[in-house]
């Protein structure tokens, strides 16, 4: 199924090439060679026309964004997926923890690659998986899905989240964690707080605690792997229930961190999209 877009010319573009326009949208050079080999790709009031070509105000162009050839490598697996919006060119969904995204030698047929893939291709589009961003196995919460190599260009690098994580120890007030986080050991996946290490922000606002435990609304300023959860345990307050960093809970299967909200610019609408998503029941008992 292919993907149209069309465009009227603004004034602003009048006389300009086609071409600048395209990278005015945010199509990438990659994308651009892509459409130029695409039997009616690029289209201009419903001619074939080359992208070094003049447009005129008023003119209409159309993309034909061409259509993946390859499947999704992952295979299609019907499993449970709680989608929060869907539309021609993005997917929103709410990952449940200890769900792999996706798969690997430990997980073959059972990740959320496999559910996606299963879905859209009983949707009757093309199946490939595109997570915009990533969550870890044991992180629930909010997670974007691009559905065409436009809006997986576009989206990178671009969407806002905000976390839900339960430290163990007291936080008032808010505060921010700059410390640089360091890969040891390039087999493992376990990260340390190490100068030698990439720049890593966190900011943090206690919301509750239980006496025990707080509550932490979270907002990342750079995206390093298990950024969250290495600064907390830095500190000496490891999230709840996370055996990597910290040590097992018998009220948790998984580190207590959830994505709990997202917004980006749609990719082709350029509308903003705001998504909120609740934490799961096994963190609310925790810290309630």
Known sequence: MTRKLQYAIPNEYSSKRVLDFLKHLG??????????????????????IRTIDPMSEGDVLEINLPTDKKESISIPVEMPLDIIYEDDDILVLNKPA??????SHNHLGDTLSNA????????????????????????????????????????????????????????????????PIYRPDPILTVRTVDERGEKAITHWQATKNDGENTLLRVKLETGRTHQIRVHFASLGTPLVGDTMYGTPDGRISHQALHCCECQFIHPVKNEEMHFF????????????
Do not use: W
């Open 27 to 48: 199509f990438s050079h990659r994308l651009i060679t892509k459409l130029k080999q695409t039997p009616d790709g690029i289209l201009l009031n419903g001619e074939h």
């Open 116 to 179: 996606v893939a299963f879905h859209l291709k009983k949707e009757g589009k093309p199946s490939v998986f595109r997570a915009v961003g990533r969550l870890d196995k044991g992180t629930s919460g909010l997670m974007v899905c691009a559905l065409n190599r436009y809006a997986a260009s576009r989206l990178s690098g671009k969407i806002k989240k905000q976390y839900l994580a339960i430290a163990t120890g007291i936080y008032e007030g808010e505060g921010t964690i700059d410390a």
């Open 277 to 288: 998503c609740d934490m799961p029941d096994d963190m609310k008992k925790i810290i309630e």
């Open 98 to 103: 200890m769900l792999a995204v996706h798969e």
